[in-house]
């Protein structure tokens, strides 16, 4: 049982480059989010999608994009990565108790 | 809306020392509590929730709803203890945006 599948694990981009992080999961969850973790932030929530084709903002979504592909997959785009979108990102899932990714280490040169 | 309170990002406390990991909420219904723990470099995992009142790894917390707490504890620290916390609450009803994490408490155990 895979549960909440992110890639890349890691990633390191040039200013303004872009990119899309991929998320799925496979327990038939309708909600799903992105969050992203900094030291001393905690976890910010930047998108969450309540069920397919359904998706609102969260803390911090300026710079980012979802889309909510079908019930399984949730992916993130940065369109024009900046430094300060240099983080952990991790996708989740729930219908009462949330499971996480991975996550992904970007780092934005 | 709700909101979920760690008022300490850092607690450092010795091994073998009880430990406390404080957890406040704000919510008018009746919610659903969790603390999840993420060790170094893993995902986040699910520790324990209010409504199976269980201990695991030694940890418990009691939901006080006159206090509006979820408070975090355990007896006796273990090094392996050591890892980012979170507190989370899911109101009743649930919802993609029912779902609310606190910003976390790093607990470090000194040998």
């Known amino acids: 049982n895979a549960g909440v599948t992110q890639t890349p694990k890691f990633q390191v981009l040039k200013t303004g480059q872009s990119m899309t992080l991929q998320c799925a999961q496979d327990m038939n969850h309708n909600s799903m989010y992105w969050y992203r973790q900094d030291p001393g932030m905690g976890l910010r929530l930047i998108y969450y999608s309540a069920s397919e084709g359904t998706t609102d903002k969260g803390e911090v979504p300026n710079g980012y994009n979802v889309s909510r592909l079908n019930k399984r997959e949730f992916s993130l785009r940065l369109e024009s990565a900046a430094p300060s979108q240099t983080s952990v990102y991790f996708c989740a899932s729930s219908v009462y108790q949330a499971f996480f990714g991975q996550g992904t280490r970007l780092t934005v040169v | ?111």
């Open chain 2, 1 to 111: 809306a709700q909101r979920v309170t760690q008022p300490e990002k850092l607690l450092s406390v010795f091994k073998g020392a009880p430990v406390e990991l404080k957890c406040n909420y704000s919510y008018s219904g009746s919610p659903e509590l969790f603390w999840y723990v993420q060790y170094s470099r893993q995902r986040l995992q699910l520790l324990l929730r209010h409504i199976s009142r269980e201990s695991i790894k030694g940890f418990t917390a009691d939901l006080n709803k006159g206090e509006t707490s979820f408070h975090l504890k355990k007896p006796f620290a273990q090094e392996e203890d050591s890892a980012m916390y979170y507190c989370a609450l899911l109101r009743s009803g649930g919802g993609a945006d029912g779902l609310t994490f606190g910003k976390g408490t790093h607990l470090i155990i000194q040998p």
